[in-house]
């Protein structure tokens, strides 16, 4: 793998799931920090403030603070403080997380269209209730600027997926008949320009499990993107049309090893209608964590997407 000077890690999924630490997480995000990668833990979810996310890290056994986290809220509130004036209100529909990041940018937090805000950001509160959401129905209808922290549907918990941010912004969309004027979260820009200006990044490696925000964020910032599959994300789900990463492992342990070129891992792949056929080398890789045959399929399925070809599956590989 280039030498990327800043690792830009998506959180739920890549660190942790549920609550709990992905093995080999900590000791990986550890031993790349050690060797002098920078680093930052980026998250779409705006609910909580940044030393609260950095606390639960520590908790986890990422020892980090504040200062190496950047959340969509951070991110909405510089696109708010690039359009409006130093301490203009902004009706805030969201929680601890998107007050302390519009207050930290020196604008004024309300929660009433008759507070006289200029401007209006929503993100992810698990205990909003109506009156707020009316409040920002009124704000919106009236003409004011809207950023969302993000539109990410769903939040994951212990229970299932349960409405996010993006239930929000579909509730006020249909409310107030418009849509958000800025978003904020991946896979839009403005959250990976708030992490590049946070930690002075001149190249930057995206380290992410879902396809529609961490690789495709990274892929609208042109910039390289390494997949792990501890998230949401399965090594066939890669066949499909969309982003594609530029490197792929099975865990945040690819951070520390060099990733082969596809076309020299010893693996045959030769086409069988819309089935590619994949045969192992005689000798794996030493290095080889069970996905170069993956590696070495993706990159021909990729190359014949771009002529037209699909692909409906790898035969010789497990999924």
């Known amino acids: ?71 969509s809220a951070q991110a909405a509130a510089r696109e708010l403080a690039d359009r409006i004036d130093p301490g203009s209100r902004v009706l805030v529909c969201g929680g601890a997380g998107l007050v302390s990041a519009v207050e930290e940018r020196g604008l004024v937090a ?49 229970r299932g997926q349960l409405p996010g941010a993006g239930a929000t912004v579909a509730f006020l969309e249909t409310a107030s008949g418009r849509r958000p004027d800025v978003i904020a979260g991946k896979p839009h820009p403005a959250l990976h320009r708030e992490s590049v200006l946070r930690t002075g990044s001149r190249r930057p490696l995206v380290v992410g499990d879902r396809l529609d925000t961490d690789i495709e964020g990274a892929r609208n910032a042109d910039v390289d993107s390494l997949l792990v599959l501890t998230g949401v994300t399965a090594v066939a789900d890669l066949l499909r049309p969309g982003p594609r990463p530029t490197y792929l492992a099975r865990d945040l342990r690819g951070l520390l090893v060099a990733h082969p070129d596809p076309a020299h891992t010893g693996w045959r792949i030769t086409r069988a209608g819309d089935r590619l056929l994949a045969s192992p080398p005689p000798r794996p890789r030493p290095d080889d964590d069970g996905l170069d045959g993956w590696r070495a399929a993706l990159a021909v399925a990729w190359a014949d997407a771009e002529r037209g070809t699909d692909t409906a599956e790898v035969v010789g590989l497990e999924g």
């Open 110 to 158: 309300v929660s009433s269209a008759d507070d006289a805000p200029v401007a209006v950001t929503t993100g992810y509160d698990p205990v909003i209730d109506y009156p707020r959401l009316a409040e920002a129905a009124l704000a919106l209808r009236a003409g004011l600027p809207w950023v969302a922290s993000n539109t990410d549907a769903t939040v994951p918990t212990g």
């Open 1 to 71: 793998m280039h030498v990327y000077d800043v690792a830009l890690f998506d959180l739920d999924g890549v660190i942790y799931v549920d609550g709990h630490a992905v093995p080999h997480a900590v000791e990986a995000v550890a031993a790349a920090h050690a060797a002098g990668q920078g680093r930052a833990f980026v998250t779409n979810n705006a609910l909580r403030p940044a030393d609260e996310v950095a606390a639960r890290l520590t908790a986890l056994g990422v020892d980090t603070d504040a200062t190496e986290v950047v959340t």
